[in-house]
């Protein structure tokens, strides 16, 4: 293949399904069951509902080679400091536990939940400055819970 009758292109706010993510998605992890077998990921989705079925409370998580991580985790404003964020991350730490994961990983930003994280046992391994307009000292925060 030459390298200089290649055709470069860039793509700007695109479909998660547009064509050539998927092929990029799909090449990558072929590359990668190439090198460490199975690279599948079991994924897991904890939610609480109302009377009414709406969503309140939910933490959406993977767990692949052993890392368990926290995508998502959300409680609805009129639920906060009810510890129902807290039985969500217990509940997830303990299906870690279960599919013997060594870890839960999250990363979290300054404006978000960093506290909620470190009260529940989380530590901060990295941090990384954010830009975002009208807000001083933003950091996006990685942390880690060891099981």
Known sequence: MNKNKLKFSL????????????????????????KVGNYEANTYLF???NEHDDLVAGLYAFCRMGAFHVDLLWV??????QKLGTKLLEQAEECARDNGALYVNVN???FQA??????????????LPLLING?????????????
Do not use: I
């Open 114 to 127: 960093l506290d909620f994280y470190l009260k529940n046992g989380y530590e901060v391994f990295a941090k």
């Open 11 to 34: 793509l700007k706010q695109f479909s998660l399904t547009h064509a050539t993510y998927e092929v990029l998605r799909n090449k990558l992890k072929a590359d990668n069951v190439s």
């Open 47 to 49: 939610a609480y509902h």
């Open 135 to 147: 807000m001083d000292n933003q950091y996006d925060y990685f942390l880690v819970k060891y099981l």
């Open 108 to 110: 979290t930003a300054t």
């Open 76 to 81: 609805d404003e009129l639920l906060r400091g």
